[in-house]
C-alpha cells in the first residue's frame, strides 16, 4: 500500500437528500412516505425516496409506476434541482471550511481529504462530526459520513450508520473488514457484474483472494484489475477535482455479453450516475447525449441525440439515453460494452437554464 501514513477520507452522503428537502420546506411532508421523480404514469424513475417510503422497497433508479405499485399512498413529487443545489452549495462551503480537497460526486455526496484540515485536528472522526454538525445546524438536514483511509472504503462506510450516522474503519481494521464485505456493498458492482461474481463463487470480497490478477482480469476484463486491489482494500486514487473538458462519458466493457434488455437498462442506470457526478463536479452540462453499444460481435453503434436546452442531472441523461437505447438492437442482440456521454459542454456561467425532467 502506500509507503508513507494514510490518507484520511471521509465520504459525506446527505441523507434522502431531495426528499429531506422537501419534508423541511413542506412539513406536513414530514413523516410521510416522500418519493421525488417521475409521475407514477410516466416513464420517468425515482430520484430519491424518503425513508418512509423506503419502507416499502422504494429505492433510486427504479421506475416511478413500479413505485406507485408498491406504495400507492406515496407522495409523488417533481424535482427542484435549483433548491437541492442552493442547498448543495451551502453544505460545500462548510467542507471549503475544513479542507480545499474536495471531489463531489453528486449535489448530495462527496469525497474529503482531511489529512491536513482547517481544523488542525488530527482526528478524521473528529472533522466528520463537526462537519455533520455544521450541516445541520446550516441546513437542518442530516449527512452520514464514512471514515476511511481510501476512497473506497469511506464511500462503503457512509452507508453502515444511515441515516444521521458515522462509520470508521481505522487502517489496522481494512483486512478484517474487507474480507466479509458482500460484493454487492463494492461501489460500481450492478446487478449483472454481482450475478457473474456469484457464478464464480464470489459472493464477499476475500473470494477474490482465490485468484490471480491476471484470472480475475480474464474474468471480469478491465475491472477485474480493480477486484484485485480491492479486495486487499487498497485503493490509490487521489480526491481532487476534475478540469472542465469539452465532453464527458463514462463506459464499461462486460466480462459476459448481456442479452436482456433490463440488464442493459439496470447498466445504463449505474452509468448515468456515474456520469452525473462528473458533470456536477466540473459544473458544467451539455446539449448532446450520445449512446454507445457495441454488440458481441464487435460492431459498434452510436445514438446521438442534440437538444435545445443542456443537461446535466441524472435523470434528463437517463431519459435521453433511454430514448436512444431504443434506437439500438439492444435485446435482440448481446452486447459486450456499454457507454453514454455529454458533449457541447457549456459552464455554469455560460447557460443558466437547466433542462429538467418531469417539467
Request: aromatic share 6%; glycine share 6%; proline share 6%.
Amino acid at each position: 500500500m502506500a509507503s508513507h501514513k494514510p490518507r484520511k477520507i471521509i465520504h459525506v452522503d446527505m441523507d434522502a437528500f431531495y426528499a429531506a428537502v422537501e419534508q423541511r420546506d413542506r412539513p406536513e411532508l414530514r413523516g410521510k412516505p416522500v418519493i421525488v421523480g417521475g409521475p407514477p404514469d410516466s416513464r420517468g424513475v425515482v430520484c430519491t425516496a424518503s425513508y418512509e417510503a423506503r419502507t416499502f422497497g422504494i429505492h433510486s433508479a427504479m421506475p416511478s409506476s413500479q413505485a406507485y405499485r408498491k406504495c400507492p399512498q406515496g407522495i409523488f413529487l417533481p424535482p427542484d434541482f435549483p433548491r437541492y443545489t442552493a442547498v448543495s452549495k451551502q453544505v460545500r462551503e462548510i467542507f471549503l471550511s475544513v479542507t480545499h480537497l474536495i471531489e463531489p460526486l453528486s449535489l448530495d455526496e462527496a469525497y474529503l481529504d482531511v489529512t491536513q484540515n482547517t481544523l488542525d485536528e488530527p482526528s478524521a472522526t473528529r472533522v466528520a462530526e463537526e462537519i455533520r454538525r455544521r450541516v445541520f445546524e446550516t441546513t437542518h438536514l442530516t449527512a452520514s459520513a464514512g471514515v476511511a483511509p481510501n476512497k473506497f472504503l469511506a464511500k462503503v462506510a457512509s452507508d453502515m450508520r444511515k441515516p444521521d450516522g458515522i462509520f470508521v474503519i481505522r487502517p489496522q481494521d481494512v483486512e478484517v473488514f474487507v474480507q466479509d464485505l458482500p460484493v454487492r456493498k463494492v461501489p460500481g458492482i450492478g446487478r449483472v457484474t454481482e450475478r457473474h461474481c456469484h457464478e464464480n463463487g464470489i459472493k464477499v470480497c476475500s473470494d477474490f483472494l482465490r485468484y490471480t490478477e491476471t484470472e480475475l482480469a480474464e474474468k471480469f476484463g478491465k475491472a477485474g484489475h480493480w477486484f484485485f486491489q480491492l479486495a486487499r482494500g487498497i485503493d490509490r486514487r487521489p480526491v481532487r477535482v476534475d478540469s472542465v473538458r469539452k465532453s464527458q462519458s463514462v463506459e464499461d466493457t462486460f466480462a459476459t455479453d448481456i442479452t436482456s434488455r433490463e440488464d442493459v437498462v439496470s447498466e445504463l442506470e449505474r452509468l448515468v450516475t456515474t456520469l452525473e457526478g462528473r458533470l456536477l463536479r466540473s459544473d458544467t452540462r451539455g446539449r448532446t447525449v450520445t449512446l454507445k453499444v457495441k454488440y458481441s460481435d464487435f460492431t459498434i453503434a452510436t445514438r446521438s441525440r442534440t437538444l435545445e436546452l443542456p443537461v446535466q442531472t441524472r435523470d434528463a441523461v437517463l431519459r435521453e439515453g433511454l430514448e436512444l437505447l431504443g434506437l439500438t438492437e439492444v435485446g435482440q442482440r448481446p452486447i459486450r460494452l456499454l457507454g453514454i456521454g455529454v458533449s457541447n459542454l457549456v459552464g455554469e456561467g455560460e447557460e443558466q437554464q437547466l433542462y429538467l425532467p418531469f417539467d
